[in-house]
T-cell receptor, first 116, second 115 residues
Framework: DTEVTQTPKHLVMGMTNKKSLKCEQH?????MYWYKQKAKKPPELMFV???????INESVPSRFSPECPNSSLLNLHLHALQPEDSALYLC???????????????FGPGTRLTVL | AQKITQTQPGMFVQEKEAVTLDCTYD???????LFWYKQPSSGEMIFLIY??????QNATEGRYSLNFQKARKSANLVISASQLGDSAMYFC????????????FGPGTRLSVLP
């Protein structure tokens, strides 16, 4: 199984809602990532989890709260988002968070989030 | 400063021909990795090819090859025998192994393959 799955595919939420994005992989990878991608822009790294511990937080606002319950699952909890947070949210995983080919990241299909 | 530069916002190529997508990078880290990803309109990022800074040979993966010129800090992607399904956004990315361990994408190049 070389797949990263993400749910939901699409999400529309109001600014007062609380929602969660889910990501799952069964490749035995120990590093998982959240990216945000605006239209016609490259993905921007938000968070990196390595061995279920948060390794990198790229100064992301606290209305985004990541969680890694186990080595296969990664969640992104959303609360009090703004319309400018509307974007494609991509999850990825890699063997580990080290150098070399092992850092090759496998991406999920993404969740298209719209904040009204 | 931009870590990754892709100077071609859009490229066109005739089906069955080869095309080169440019990528230059900026780093002082002696150890780094360079990646190319393809993103079709569906949104999923697809890994294409990897080149390590200490690799002696240029990477190849099927129809994809990487023209790695370390002194010029360039890592151009060559796609041979283009197919209609190659139409997509292509991103060059870099991972610095020592300096912050960041993983940064370039702005991307949109490739359109013409029948």
């Amino acid at each position: 199984d070389t797949e990263v799955t993400q749910t939901p595919k699409h999400l529309v939420m109001g600014m007062t809602n609380k929602k969660s994005l889910k990501c799952e992989q069964h490749m035995g990878h120990r590093a998982m990532y959240w990216y945000k991608q605006k239209a016609k822009k490259p993905p921007e790294l938000m968070f990196v989890y390595s061995y279920e511990k948060l390794s990198i937080n790229e100064s992301v606002p606290s209305r985004f709260s990541p969680e890694c319950p186990n080595s296969s699952l990664l969640n992104l909890h959303l609360h009090a988002l703004q319309p400018e947070d509307s974007a494609l949210y991509l999850c990825a995983s890699s063997q580990d968070w080290t150098s070399g080919r092992s850092n090759e990241q496998f991406f999920g299909p993404g969740t298209r989030l719209t904040v009204l | 400063a931009q870590k990754i530069t892709q100077t071609q916002p859009g490229m066109f190529v005739q089906e069955k021909e080869a095309v080169t997508l440019d990528c230059t990078y900026d780093t002082s880290d002696p150890s780094y990795g360079l990646f190319w990803y393809k993103q079709p309109s569906s949104g999923e990022m697809i890994f294409l090819i990897y080149q390590g800074s200490y690799d002696q040979q240029n990477a190849t993966e099927g129809r994809y090859s990487l023209n790695f010129q370390k002194a010029r800090k360039s890592a151009n992607l060559v796609i041979s025998a283009s197919q209609l399904g190659d139409s997509a956004m292509y991103f060059c990315a870099m991972r610095e192994d020592n300096y912050g361990q960041n993983f940064v994408f370039g702005p991307g190049t949109r490739l359109s393959v013409l029948p």
